[in-house]
Structure formats: structure tokens, C-alpha cells
């Protein structure tokens, strides 16, 4: 293939210099993923996947502000609301597909996460070979906040960064830094914004190696500062022990996190559990197959279509979790959403 570029309306690709670029094109929504975004990527690496002109791959979003917020959760709310069941299924299988395809890809991916990254924004990043994150990069599995679970692959990947931090990451929707990231293994490489042109240019010239001599040294981790307490307090695979722990350890630390915790889907955070719990056994295909299979009930129950109005529509940040808290769940309820 000759030097081309393929332009949709939300994803640019080219391919320049033996660089194969996709730029995520939605820059008022925050880059948010919806599905022709994700076939349009797709597509791309399809396309470059035994192309010789191309040698790796880099991702980065547009417009400054976020290399990617996540998956359009209000357009599947719509698809809930009425009833249209098939158009969930396709978003969220396709994103999958391209969650796998990112993960199994012969030539370095490079992603270049410049502002936030949230949920599928996740998906488009962790999957790859080198994660760049610079100055500006917020990364967070928010789910619980909006009645659904951490998915993109994450019951494969939170439950293999060091001790409790993904437990606690997929529970809390803790935001984390730059330095958090790296510390946690969500990110390879620490390069700040003004060197992203140079690294780009470098990418073209010498290949991933110009990662290294661009790379500086990554900022303080508050995460790793607070390992212990984490790793103390969310050494549990059930809810009401890790509220147990935070109860008894009292300081300011765990009231924060308590607080934050009884702000969630009560639904949500048993599945959360339950869901990493398994994954740390799994592959990352049979994470990504049970993920698929749990997005039908989780999408089905109250919680969802309601965490999104009061988090992402109404933005009134109130929401009437059905049921209403951690002790009024039913554990059998939550096992079988997983049959």
C-alpha cells in the first residue's frame, strides 16, 4: 500500500512515514466510542495488519482535552429505553472484537493518552503494546458509578496489576495520574505533552525505540504512597468485607473511600467482585465472552438506564439505585447473572 488516508467523520487514518495513524475525531463528545468509530478502527487495522508499508500503529484523540471518555453510554441508553436490544449487542461486540484485535496485533500499537481516558477509552489503550501517557492523562473505570461494571477486557486486566489496585480501582472509579498509571502498569512510558510531536516524528524514523529516548522519568504515584491501606482493606471478594475493613480502619483515607463507595450501584459493585474474582483464572477471550454475555443483564436491570441519567444526561448526580444498598442485594441474584 502506497501512502493513503481513509477519512470518517468521527476516525482519521493514515498511513505516513511506515506509521499507520488513527486519530479519534470526536473531540466535542470527548472522543467518546460509538459504533461506527469502532468498525472504523477496525477496519483500519484490518487493512494495515500485513500491510509491509506499515510498522506500527499509533492511537491518540483529538482536540486536546481526552484521548478517549469511553463508550457512548447515552446512545446504548437510548437503545434500552427502547428496547432495541440488537443495537446494544452490535456495540458492544464489535467493541470486544476490537478490544481482542488490539490485544493479538503482530506490530507494535502505540497509544499516545493525552487528557482522560475512561472505560473504552481503557479498551484502546491497555490492549496494546506501549502506553504513553503524558502530563494531562486521567485514567478510571467509572462503571459502577452508572450502574453497569468495569468491561473492555478489564475482568482480565484489573486483576493482574500488583496486589488490590484493580479490585479497588474497578470498585471506586478512582481516578489515577500519570505516575499512578505507570506505577499500576496502565501505562509503559511517561512523555509530556510538548515532546509528543518530536516522539511522533521519532516513531516514523526509528520505530518504537524512539520511545525510550523520549521517555522521562515517571511523576509521584499517590497509589503506590497508598498500597498498603489499598492492598489491606480490598484483600476481599465480597462487598461487605471490604466495607468491614474500611468501618474498621477508620482514618480519613477509608471514610473517603466508604463515602465513595455508597455513591455506586449497590448491584454494581457485588457484580464488580464477583466479575474480577472469576477473570483472575480466565484468558483474556473468555474474559471478553463473559463481559459480552453479562452487558445483557446488566444493561436489562434498572440500575443502568438510571446511572446515566443522573451521571451522563440530567448530570443531576442522584441516583435511585434499585436495590438501594450493599446488604439489600441478593447474592443469588448476582450469580445468576453470570449463567
Known sequence: MSETTLTESTVLAEVT??????????????????????????????????????????????????FCAGGDVRAIRDNVLRGD????????????RLNRMIAEYPKPYVALIDG????????????????????????????TAIGLFPDIGASYFLPRLPGRLGLYLALTGARI??????????????????ALQSLKAR???????????????????????GRDAIDDCFDSDTIHEILARLEARGDAWAKTQLATLARMSPTSLWVTAELLRRGATMTLAEC??????????????????????????EKTRDPKWRPATVAAVDPAAILAMFD
Do not use: C
Open 17 to 66: 512515514g511506515g506509521v499507520g495513524r488513527l486519530v479519534l475525531n470526536r473531540p466535542k463528545a470527548l472522543n467518546a466510542l460509538d459504533l461506527g468509530m469502532i468498525r472504523a478502527l477496525t477496519e483500519a487495522l484490518e487493512a494495515w495488519r500485513e500491510d509491509p508499508a506499515v510498522r506500527l500503529v499509533t492511537i491518540e484523540g483529538a482536540g486536546g482535552r481526552a
Open 85 to 96: 436490544a440488537a443495537a446494544s449487542e452490535a456495540f458492544f461486540a464489535s467493541e470486544y
Open 116 to 143: 482522560i481516558s475512561l472505560g473504552g477509552g481503557m479498551g484502546l489503550s491497555i490492549h496494546g503494546s506501549h502506553r504513553v501517557v503524558t502530563e494531562h492523562a486521567v485514567m478510571a473505570m467509572p462503571e
Open 177 to 194: 495520574s500519570p505516575g499512578d498509571a505507570i506505577h499500576a502498569g496502565l501505562a509503559t512510558h511517561y512523555v509530556p505533552r510538548a
Open 203 to 225: 516513531l516514523s524514523r526509528s520505530g518504537v525505540v524512539a520511545l525510550e529516548t523520549h521517555a522521562h522519568p515517571a511523576p509521584e504515584s499517590l497509589l503506590a504512597q
Open 288 to 313: 471478553l465472552g463473559m463481559e459480552l454475555k453479562l452487558t445483557r443483564k446488566m444493561i436489562a436491570h434498572p440500575d443502568f438506564a438510571e446511572g446515566v441519567r443522573a451521571q451522563v444526561v
